[in-house]
């Protein structure tokens, strides 16, 4: 379920529900005070996804990347070691 952020006019908070698609976003009241007058803002799943949607449907094997010596960086230090 896709995450829906709300503002309420009557305490004037912003709040973030969990709702099905379905639930009528108009008739949904505050989770601070309880009151009908809130604006139904935005999705917050699909305002920001880094990288192309293609990349996340086809992940890279390792047969496919250019060089296989990039698995083998070595880790980067501690921050006491240098
Ligand atoms: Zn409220």
Redesign the pocket.
Known sequence: MPLYEYY?E??Q?DFILLQSTRVDKSATT?S??G?ANTQHRMSACVAKIPGSPKKLSSPVTADELPKKSVLNLPLPRLRSEL
Do not use: A, F
């Open positions: 309420c009557d305490c908070k505050c601070e005070c009151g």
